[in-house]
T-cell receptor, first 113, second 116 residues
Framework: AQSVSQHNHHVILSEAASLELGCNYS??????LFWYVQYPGQHLQLLLK??????LVKGIKGFEAEFIKSKFSFNLRKPSVQWSDTAEYFC???????????FGSGTRLQVQP | GAGVSQSPSNKVTEKGKDVELRCDPI?????LYWYRQRLGQGLEFLIY????????KSGLPSDRFSAERTGESVSTLTIQRTQQEDSAVYLC??????????????FGPGTRLTVL
């Protein structure tokens, strides 16, 4: 079945550590890619998105993601995490011809001060 | 302006009862989406409305689930004869339109449904 996979379910880091969260999708055609974040007690919000062009996209709060088409991946990165980055992160895809997002199961990031 | 709002924020019901969940999209947003998130899982698409077009119901898990939207305003999601597996957080999102994929979906706070 077509899907989005996030292999890290729970990540614990110390402040200033580097972050990389994996996301792989299994759709064969053109896709649009997203990372959403949900801070504790807050709504889900968009972190960054990729539609076309430069495969390295930059989002809010110093996050970036790289689309590697050959690997069907869209990994999220941040060079130095902060305690305030503690949240749940969701990778999502919109395959060509669809309008709704297909989400991965999420990664809970805990940053220790 | 205000974001997407949903009510109630929490709903506890008994198995077999019907429930109705409400979503108020951002004013001017023509596209509206319902998703649900079961514990430990990602969000699953349920249904999508775009203006006056026929809704995309392809994500509804059974005929116990239905949703309505009047024009470009409020939407209600109804679950009939609730089952314990319906327990989840139900999220609503809206976007300016779906004509362009570039339109960001804005999410509401969700309704946490617990079926006893």
């Amino acid at each position: 079945a077509q899907s989005v996979s996030q292999h890290n379910h729970h990540v614990i880091l110390s402040e200033a550590a580097s972050l990389e969260l994996g996301c792989n999708y299994s759709y064969g055609g053109t896709v649009n890619l997203f990372w959403y974040v949900q801070y504790p007690g807050q709504h889900l919000q968009l972190l960054l998105k990729y539609f076309s062009g430069d495969p390295l996209v930059k989002g809010i709060k110093g996050f970036e993601a790289e689309f590697i088409k050959s690997k069907f991946s869209f990994n999220l990165r941040k060079p130095s995490v902060q305690w305030s980055d503690t949240a749940e992160y969701f990778c999502a895809v919109i395959p060509t011809g669809r309008r709704a997002l297909t989400f991965g199961s999420g990664t809970r990031l805990q940053v220790q001060p | 302006g205000a974001g997407v709002s949903q009510s109630p924020s929490n709903k506890v019901t008994e198995k077999g009862k019907d429930v109705e969940l409400r979503c108020d999209p951002i004013s001017g947003h023509t596209a509206l989406y319902w998703y649900r998130q079961r514990l430990g899982q990602g969000l699953e698409f349920l249904i999508y409305f775009q203006g006056n077009s026929a809704p995309d119901k392809s994500g509804l898990p059974s005929d116990r689930f239905s949703a309505e939207r009047t024009g470009e305003s409020v939407s209600t999601l109804t679950i009939q004869r609730t089952q314990q597996e319906d327990s989840a957080v139900y999220l609503c999102a809206s976007s300016r339109s779906s004509g362009s994929i570039n339109n960001e979906q804005f999410f509401g706070p969700g309704t946490r449904l617990t079926v006893l």
